[in-house]
Protein backbone atom coordinates (compact mmCIF):
# COMPACT_ATOMS: atom_id res chain seq x y z
CA UNK A 1 0.00 0.00 0.00
CA UNK A 2 0.80 3.47 -0.55
CA UNK A 3 2.99 5.69 1.89
CA UNK A 4 -0.65 7.74 2.72
CA UNK A 5 -2.74 4.31 2.31
CA UNK A 6 -1.31 3.01 5.32
CA UNK A 7 -2.36 5.34 7.98
CA UNK A 8 -4.96 4.10 10.13
CA UNK A 9 -8.01 5.70 10.54
CA UNK A 10 -6.93 6.31 14.38
CA UNK A 11 -3.89 8.29 13.53
CA UNK A 12 -6.17 10.56 10.99
CA UNK A 13 -8.55 11.89 13.73
CA UNK A 14 -9.57 13.00 17.23
CA UNK A 15 -12.95 12.44 18.00
CA UNK A 16 -14.76 15.37 19.41
CA UNK A 17 -18.85 16.39 19.23
CA UNK A 18 -20.08 18.31 16.32
CA UNK A 19 -23.93 18.70 16.99
CA UNK A 20 -25.42 15.29 18.11
CA UNK A 21 -22.57 13.21 16.18
CA UNK A 22 -19.05 12.41 16.57
CA UNK A 23 -16.94 13.54 13.94
CA UNK A 24 -13.35 12.78 13.32
CA UNK A 25 -10.56 15.72 11.95
CA UNK A 26 -8.42 14.40 9.59
CA UNK A 27 -6.14 15.07 9.46
CA UNK A 28 8.90 17.16 -12.73
CA UNK A 29 9.32 16.59 -16.19
CA UNK A 30 9.96 19.85 -18.10
CA UNK A 31 12.43 22.51 -17.95
CA UNK A 32 14.55 23.59 -15.72
CA UNK A 33 13.52 27.08 -16.32
CA UNK A 34 9.84 26.04 -14.75
CA UNK A 35 8.40 25.23 -18.43
CA UNK A 36 6.16 22.18 -18.84
CA UNK A 37 5.33 20.98 -21.96
CA UNK A 38 1.60 21.18 -23.26
CA UNK A 39 0.01 17.46 -22.60
CA UNK A 40 -3.78 17.00 -22.89
CA UNK A 41 -6.79 18.41 -23.02
CA UNK A 42 -7.04 21.69 -20.64
CA UNK A 43 -3.03 22.32 -20.28
CA UNK A 44 -1.56 25.64 -20.59
CA UNK A 45 -0.83 27.13 -24.54
CA UNK A 46 2.78 27.02 -25.74
CA UNK A 47 4.56 30.25 -25.09
CA UNK A 48 4.32 32.35 -27.70
CA UNK A 49 6.55 32.54 -30.56
CA UNK A 50 9.76 35.24 -29.86
CA UNK A 51 9.18 35.26 -26.17
CA UNK A 52 12.30 34.03 -24.19
CA UNK A 53 12.62 32.30 -21.24
CA UNK A 54 13.02 33.57 -18.05
CA UNK A 55 16.29 32.08 -16.62
CA UNK A 56 15.80 30.35 -13.40
CA UNK A 57 17.93 31.46 -10.25
CA UNK A 58 18.61 28.41 -8.82
CA UNK A 59 18.27 28.50 -4.04
CA UNK A 60 21.11 26.39 -2.52
CA UNK A 61 21.33 22.85 -4.15
CA UNK A 62 19.04 23.21 -6.56
CA UNK A 63 16.03 21.72 -5.35
CA UNK A 64 14.10 24.85 -5.78
CA UNK A 65 14.34 27.86 -8.15
CA UNK A 66 13.21 31.56 -8.57
CA UNK A 67 11.98 31.28 -11.89
CA UNK A 68 9.61 34.97 -11.55
CA UNK A 69 6.37 36.21 -10.50
CA UNK A 70 3.94 32.68 -10.02
CA UNK A 71 1.43 31.80 -13.46
CA UNK A 72 -2.25 32.19 -14.08
CA UNK A 73 -2.77 34.37 -10.72
CA UNK A 74 -6.06 37.07 -10.82
CA UNK A 75 -5.42 40.35 -11.30
CA UNK A 76 -4.71 42.77 -8.21
CA UNK A 77 -7.76 42.02 -5.53
CA UNK A 78 -9.68 45.92 -5.27
CA UNK A 79 -11.72 46.71 -2.54
CA UNK A 80 -15.90 46.44 -2.35
CA UNK A 81 -17.76 49.25 -4.12
CA UNK A 82 -20.76 50.63 -1.91
CA UNK A 83 -23.53 48.66 -2.15
CA UNK A 84 -21.31 45.96 -4.12
CA UNK A 85 -22.54 42.26 -3.69
CA UNK A 86 -19.26 40.36 -2.09
CA UNK A 87 -18.02 37.21 -4.49
CA UNK A 88 -18.66 33.91 -3.17
CA UNK A 89 -15.12 32.44 -2.63
CA UNK A 90 -14.40 28.89 -2.69
CA UNK A 91 -11.05 27.04 -1.55
CA UNK A 92 -10.83 23.37 -2.24
CA UNK A 93 -7.53 21.93 -0.22
CA UNK A 94 -5.89 19.12 -0.26
CA UNK A 95 -4.21 17.95 3.23
CA UNK A 96 -0.72 16.28 1.81
CA UNK A 97 -0.54 16.47 -1.66
CA UNK A 98 1.22 13.47 -2.01
CA UNK A 99 0.81 11.29 -5.66
CA UNK A 100 0.89 7.92 -4.70
CA UNK A 101 0.01 6.52 -7.83
CA UNK A 102 -3.29 6.31 -8.16
CA UNK A 103 -3.58 9.57 -10.26
CA UNK A 104 -5.73 12.00 -7.87
CA UNK A 105 -3.40 14.69 -8.25
CA UNK A 106 -3.28 14.45 -11.51
CA UNK A 107 -6.53 14.39 -11.91
CA UNK A 108 -7.54 17.37 -9.66
CA UNK A 109 -5.19 19.15 -11.56
CA UNK A 110 -6.84 18.89 -14.53
CA UNK A 111 -10.46 19.36 -13.05
CA UNK A 112 -9.00 22.75 -12.12
CA UNK A 113 -7.83 23.54 -15.65
CA UNK A 114 -11.04 22.86 -16.81
CA UNK A 115 -13.03 25.31 -14.68
CA UNK A 116 -10.67 27.80 -14.37
CA UNK A 117 -9.80 27.06 -10.60
CA UNK A 118 -7.08 27.44 -8.01
CA UNK A 119 -6.26 25.57 -5.00
CA UNK A 120 -3.83 25.15 -2.12
CA UNK A 121 -1.26 21.88 -1.71
CA UNK A 122 -0.73 22.05 1.85
CA UNK A 123 2.35 19.78 1.32
CA UNK A 124 3.81 17.25 3.74
CA UNK A 125 7.35 17.48 3.65
CA UNK A 126 8.37 13.79 4.69
CA UNK A 127 6.52 13.10 1.00
CA UNK A 128 10.13 14.24 -0.45
CA UNK A 129 12.36 12.90 2.24
CA UNK A 130 13.11 8.95 0.57
CA UNK A 131 13.01 6.31 3.56
CA UNK A 132 16.06 5.34 3.41
CA UNK A 133 16.97 8.85 4.73
CA UNK A 134 14.04 8.92 7.31
CA UNK A 135 16.42 9.57 10.05
CA UNK A 136 17.14 12.99 9.10
CA UNK A 137 14.14 13.71 10.43
CA UNK A 138 14.17 14.67 14.14
CA UNK A 139 9.91 14.84 15.00
CA UNK A 140 9.46 16.54 18.61
CA UNK A 141 8.57 14.58 21.63
CA UNK A 142 8.63 11.61 19.02
CA UNK A 143 11.68 8.71 17.73
CA UNK A 144 14.20 9.99 15.25
CA UNK A 145 12.83 9.14 11.91
CA UNK A 146 8.93 8.34 13.39
CA UNK A 147 6.11 9.14 11.35
CA UNK A 148 2.49 8.52 11.85
CA UNK A 149 2.12 8.18 8.13
CA UNK A 150 4.06 6.21 5.72
CA UNK A 151 6.89 7.27 3.81
CA UNK A 152 6.63 7.41 0.09
CA UNK A 153 8.24 5.01 -1.89
CA UNK A 154 11.02 6.68 -4.38
CA UNK A 155 8.69 6.82 -7.27
CA UNK A 156 6.17 7.96 -5.58
CA UNK A 157 8.38 11.11 -4.64
CA UNK A 158 9.27 11.61 -8.21
CA UNK A 159 5.43 11.81 -8.86
CA UNK A 160 4.57 14.08 -5.92
CA UNK A 161 7.61 16.36 -7.36
CA UNK A 162 6.55 16.72 -11.12
CA UNK A 163 2.85 17.27 -9.67
CA UNK A 164 4.14 19.88 -7.22
CA UNK A 165 5.84 21.89 -9.85
CA UNK A 166 2.96 21.42 -12.07
CA UNK A 167 0.74 22.56 -9.79
CA UNK A 168 2.67 25.95 -8.83
CA UNK A 169 3.33 26.82 -12.59
CA UNK A 170 -0.79 25.63 -12.56
CA UNK A 171 -1.11 28.74 -10.52
CA UNK A 172 -2.15 26.92 -7.28
CA UNK A 173 -0.62 26.94 -3.78
CA UNK A 174 1.81 24.89 -1.75
CA UNK A 175 1.21 25.10 1.81
CA UNK A 176 2.74 22.85 4.51
CA UNK A 177 0.78 19.93 6.37
CA UNK A 178 4.05 19.88 8.18
CA UNK A 179 5.80 16.27 8.62
CA UNK A 180 4.91 13.15 11.08
CA UNK A 181 1.11 13.46 11.33
CA UNK A 182 0.90 12.72 15.20
CA UNK A 183 -2.33 12.88 16.38
CA UNK A 184 -2.29 10.69 19.20
CA UNK A 185 -0.42 9.86 22.46
CA UNK A 186 1.87 11.94 24.63
CA UNK A 187 3.78 13.11 21.15
CA UNK A 188 0.95 14.56 19.61
CA UNK A 189 1.27 17.52 17.81
CA UNK A 190 -2.25 19.16 20.45
CA UNK A 191 1.36 18.96 23.28
CA UNK A 192 3.81 20.86 21.08
CA UNK A 193 5.24 24.02 22.68
CA UNK A 194 5.98 26.86 19.89
CA UNK A 195 9.50 25.81 20.19
CA UNK A 196 8.53 22.31 18.98
CA UNK A 197 6.16 24.11 16.14
CA UNK A 198 9.03 25.91 14.60
CA UNK A 199 11.30 23.04 14.89
CA UNK A 200 8.84 20.85 12.80
CA UNK A 201 8.19 24.44 10.32
CA UNK A 202 12.32 24.12 9.72
CA UNK A 203 12.33 20.53 9.21
CA UNK A 204 9.04 20.19 6.56
CA UNK A 205 10.39 23.27 4.82
CA UNK A 206 14.19 21.58 4.60
CA UNK A 207 12.95 18.81 3.21
CA UNK A 208 11.79 20.39 0.32
CA UNK A 209 14.30 23.06 0.06
CA UNK A 210 17.05 20.08 -0.27
CA UNK A 211 15.05 17.15 -1.53
CA UNK A 212 18.02 17.06 -4.55
CA UNK A 213 20.53 16.59 -1.86
CA UNK A 214 18.79 14.39 -0.11
CA UNK A 215 17.70 11.83 -3.13
CA UNK A 216 20.58 12.33 -5.30
CA UNK A 217 17.90 12.77 -8.39
CA UNK A 218 20.17 15.64 -10.26
CA UNK A 219 18.25 15.27 -13.72
CA UNK A 220 15.13 15.79 -12.05
CA UNK A 221 13.42 19.54 -12.65
CA UNK A 222 13.64 22.24 -9.60
CA UNK A 223 10.67 23.10 -7.77
CA UNK A 224 10.30 26.82 -9.55
CA UNK A 225 9.71 28.46 -6.64
CA UNK A 226 11.58 30.43 -3.82
CA UNK A 227 9.52 28.22 -0.78
CA UNK A 228 10.66 30.50 1.97
CA UNK A 229 8.60 32.97 0.15
CA UNK A 230 5.73 30.80 -1.15
CA UNK A 231 5.20 29.49 2.41
CA UNK A 232 2.17 31.62 3.86
CA UNK A 233 0.43 29.11 5.77
CA UNK A 234 -0.57 25.31 6.58
CA UNK A 235 -2.78 22.87 8.01
CA UNK A 236 -2.32 20.93 11.50
CA UNK A 237 -2.47 17.50 11.67
CA UNK A 238 -6.01 16.35 12.63
CA UNK A 239 -6.59 20.40 13.18
CA UNK A 240 -4.48 19.90 16.81
CA UNK A 241 -2.49 22.51 18.15
CA UNK A 242 -3.40 26.00 16.76
CA UNK A 243 -2.76 27.64 19.68
CA UNK A 244 1.01 27.49 20.02
CA UNK A 245 1.57 27.54 16.43
CA UNK A 246 0.21 30.67 15.96
CA UNK A 247 2.77 32.65 17.94
CA UNK A 248 5.16 31.31 15.36
CA UNK A 249 3.39 31.54 12.69
CA UNK A 250 3.14 34.93 13.30
CA UNK A 251 6.64 35.43 13.94
CA UNK A 252 7.71 33.97 10.20
CA UNK A 253 5.15 35.98 8.21
CA UNK A 254 2.40 34.03 7.71
CA UNK A 255 -0.76 34.95 6.37
CA UNK A 256 -3.30 32.63 7.64
CA UNK A 257 -3.66 29.30 9.59
CA UNK A 258 -6.25 26.94 8.32
CA UNK A 259 -5.83 24.33 11.28
CA UNK A 260 -9.46 25.42 13.89
CA UNK A 261 -11.25 22.36 14.39
CA UNK A 262 -15.51 23.27 14.10
CA UNK A 263 -14.90 26.61 12.64
CA UNK A 264 -18.61 27.47 11.17
CA UNK A 265 -20.17 29.44 7.61
CA UNK A 266 -19.23 33.24 8.83
CA UNK A 267 -16.93 35.92 7.29
CA UNK A 268 -13.42 35.06 9.24
CA UNK A 269 -10.97 37.29 11.49
CA UNK A 270 -7.62 37.23 12.35
CA UNK A 271 -6.49 35.03 15.47
CA UNK A 272 -2.98 36.33 16.93
CA UNK A 273 -2.50 38.41 14.10
CA UNK A 274 -2.98 35.69 11.62
CA UNK A 275 -6.10 34.96 9.22
CA UNK A 276 -7.62 32.13 11.01
CA UNK A 277 -9.83 30.19 7.94
CA UNK A 278 -11.11 26.87 9.42
CA UNK A 279 -12.79 23.71 8.24
CA UNK A 280 -16.39 24.52 9.08
CA UNK A 281 -20.15 23.08 9.96
CA UNK A 282 -22.38 22.19 7.22
CA UNK A 283 -25.57 20.81 7.08
CA UNK A 284 -25.35 16.68 6.65
CA UNK A 285 -28.10 15.42 4.76
CA UNK A 286 -30.51 13.43 6.43
CA UNK A 287 -29.14 14.60 9.94
CA UNK A 288 -30.23 17.13 12.53
CA UNK A 289 -26.11 17.81 13.11
CA UNK A 290 -23.67 19.67 10.95
CA UNK A 291 -20.33 17.66 9.65
CA UNK A 292 -17.30 19.25 8.91
CA UNK A 293 -16.29 20.25 5.46
CA UNK A 294 -14.04 17.54 4.63
CA UNK A 295 -14.07 14.16 3.40
CA UNK A 296 -12.70 12.01 5.96
CA UNK A 297 -15.21 13.82 8.54
CA UNK A 298 -18.15 12.67 6.11
CA UNK A 299 -16.69 9.51 6.25
CA UNK A 300 -16.24 8.99 10.16
CA UNK A 301 -19.78 9.75 10.01
CA UNK A 302 -20.72 7.77 7.08
CA UNK A 303 -19.36 4.23 8.01
CA UNK A 304 -17.83 5.09 11.67
CA UNK A 305 -13.37 5.41 10.52
CA UNK A 306 -13.69 2.10 8.26
CA UNK A 307 -12.33 3.19 4.92
CA UNK A 308 -13.26 -0.14 3.77
CA UNK A 309 -16.97 -0.64 4.22
CA UNK A 310 -19.49 -2.72 2.38
CA UNK A 311 -19.50 -1.55 -1.62
CA UNK A 312 -23.28 -1.61 -1.40
CA UNK A 313 -23.41 1.54 0.75
CA UNK A 314 -20.93 3.97 -1.70
CA UNK A 315 -23.82 5.38 -3.70
CA UNK A 316 -25.92 6.66 -1.01
CA UNK A 317 -23.25 8.06 0.56
CA UNK A 318 -21.75 9.38 -2.35
CA UNK A 319 -24.48 11.19 -2.99
CA UNK A 320 -24.71 12.45 0.36
CA UNK A 321 -21.54 13.59 0.75
CA UNK A 322 -22.05 15.98 -2.62
CA UNK A 323 -24.96 16.98 -1.45
CA UNK A 324 -23.57 17.92 2.32
CA UNK A 325 -21.00 20.16 -0.17
CA UNK A 326 -23.86 21.60 -2.21
CA UNK A 327 -25.79 22.47 0.47
CA UNK A 328 -22.60 23.71 2.84
CA UNK A 329 -22.34 26.11 -0.26
CA UNK A 330 -25.69 27.02 -1.61
CA UNK A 331 -26.44 28.51 2.42
CA UNK A 332 -23.88 30.79 2.24
CA UNK A 333 -24.14 31.75 -1.43
CA UNK A 334 -27.84 32.55 -0.52
CA UNK A 335 -27.07 34.32 2.76
CA UNK A 336 -24.16 35.75 3.89
CA UNK A 337 -21.84 35.32 1.31
CA UNK A 338 -18.88 33.50 4.18
CA UNK A 339 -15.96 31.96 2.20
CA UNK A 340 -16.71 28.18 1.97
CA UNK A 341 -13.39 25.95 2.84
CA UNK A 342 -13.42 22.10 1.72
CA UNK A 343 -10.88 19.95 3.24
CA UNK A 344 -9.66 16.94 1.12
CA UNK A 345 -7.10 14.15 1.01
CA UNK A 346 -5.72 12.27 -2.25
CA UNK A 347 -7.42 8.51 -0.65
CA UNK A 348 -9.61 6.27 -2.55
CA UNK A 349 -11.74 5.92 0.77
CA UNK A 350 -14.66 3.57 0.53
CA UNK A 351 -14.03 3.03 -3.45
CA UNK A 352 -12.91 6.64 -3.89
CA UNK A 353 -16.78 7.76 -3.25
CA UNK A 354 -15.04 10.98 -1.79
CA UNK A 355 -13.09 12.29 -4.69
CA UNK A 356 -16.23 11.84 -6.98
CA UNK A 357 -18.35 13.91 -4.70
CA UNK A 358 -15.92 16.67 -4.46
CA UNK A 359 -15.24 16.21 -8.01
CA UNK A 360 -19.13 16.73 -8.91
CA UNK A 361 -19.41 19.91 -6.39
CA UNK A 362 -16.46 21.35 -7.95
CA UNK A 363 -18.16 21.07 -11.55
CA UNK A 364 -21.08 22.46 -9.94
CA UNK A 365 -20.59 25.29 -7.90
CA UNK A 366 -17.89 26.56 -10.78
CA UNK A 367 -20.92 27.13 -13.09
CA UNK A 368 -22.81 29.57 -10.62
CA UNK A 369 -22.65 33.54 -11.35
CA UNK A 370 -20.63 35.70 -8.48
CA UNK A 371 -18.30 32.26 -7.72
CA UNK A 372 -13.83 32.60 -7.39
CA UNK A 373 -12.72 29.39 -6.80
CA UNK A 374 -9.44 30.55 -5.47
CA UNK A 375 -6.15 29.51 -3.14
CA UNK A 376 -6.19 30.65 0.78
CA UNK A 377 -3.26 33.07 -0.40
CA UNK A 378 -5.35 34.32 -3.12
CA UNK A 379 -8.17 34.76 -0.60
CA UNK A 380 -6.88 36.26 1.92
CA UNK A 381 -4.93 38.98 -0.85
CA UNK A 382 -8.39 39.67 -1.34
CA UNK A 383 -9.11 40.61 2.11
CA UNK A 384 -5.85 42.65 3.13
CA UNK A 385 -7.77 44.56 0.13
CA UNK A 386 -10.53 45.40 1.70
CA UNK A 387 -12.00 48.06 3.88
CA UNK A 388 -11.44 46.78 7.73
CA UNK A 389 -15.06 48.34 8.17
CA UNK A 390 -16.53 46.57 5.91
CA UNK A 391 -14.94 43.46 6.83
CA UNK A 392 -16.37 44.45 10.00
CA UNK A 393 -19.67 44.57 8.80
CA UNK A 394 -19.82 41.36 6.81
CA UNK A 395 -19.08 39.61 10.17
CA UNK A 396 -22.08 40.51 12.00
CA UNK A 397 -24.40 38.38 9.82
CA UNK A 398 -24.48 35.31 11.47
CA UNK A 399 -24.95 31.78 9.68
CA UNK A 400 -27.32 31.39 6.83
CA UNK A 401 -28.28 35.21 7.54
CA UNK A 402 -28.95 37.58 4.16
CA UNK A 403 -27.86 41.16 4.62
CA UNK A 404 -31.21 43.27 5.99
CA UNK A 405 -32.18 45.31 2.73
CA UNK A 406 -30.20 43.47 0.56
CA UNK A 407 -26.72 44.06 -0.34
CA UNK A 408 -27.13 47.40 -2.27
CA UNK A 409 -28.13 48.46 0.98
CA UNK A 410 -26.20 46.39 3.46
CA UNK A 411 -22.75 47.10 2.58
CA UNK A 412 -23.34 51.06 1.61
CA UNK A 413 -22.61 53.62 3.92
CA UNK A 414 -25.09 55.60 5.52
CA UNK A 415 -25.47 59.21 4.81
CA UNK A 416 -25.33 61.78 7.38
CA UNK A 417 -28.31 63.29 8.30
CA UNK A 418 -29.20 67.00 6.90
CA UNK A 419 -29.34 69.32 9.65
CA UNK A 420 -32.13 70.93 10.24
CA UNK A 421 -33.01 74.18 8.78
CA UNK A 422 -30.94 77.11 11.00
CA UNK A 423 -28.74 74.74 12.00
CA UNK A 424 -25.35 74.53 11.68
CA UNK A 425 -24.05 71.38 9.93
CA UNK A 426 -21.49 69.62 12.16
CA UNK A 427 -21.82 71.30 15.77
CA UNK A 428 -26.02 70.79 16.71
CA UNK A 429 -26.66 74.75 17.26
CA UNK A 430 -28.96 76.60 15.86
CA UNK A 431 -27.53 80.02 14.34
CA UNK A 432 -28.14 83.15 16.26
Not at 54 to 68: E, F, K, N, R, W
Not at 81 to 107: C, H, I, K, M, Y
Not at 224 to 243: A, I, N, S, W
Request: hydrophobic content about 35%; glycine content about 12%.
Amino acid sequence: MSGISRRGAARLGLGIGLGAATTTLAGCGGDADGELPPAGPGRRPERPAGRKKAAPVLIGDGSTAYTGAQPRQPGAPTPLEAGQTPPQFVVFSWDGAGEVGNGLFPRFLELARQHDAHMTFFLTGLYLLPESKKRLYNPPNNPVGASDIGYLTDGHVKETLTHVHEAWLDGHEIGTHFNGHFCGGPGSVAHWSAAHWRSEIEQAQAFIKTWRTNTGWHEHPSLPFDYDKELVGGRTPCLLGQDNLLPVARELGWRYDASSPGGTQRWPEKKQGVWDLPLQGIPFPGHGFEVLSMDYNILANQSKNSTKAPAHNYPAWREQATDAYLAGFRRAYETNRAPFFIGNHFEEWNGGIYMDAVEDALKRIADEKDVRLVSFRQFVDWLDAQDPAVLARLRTLDVGERPKGGWSRFLRPEKPEKPAKGEKAGDGRRAE
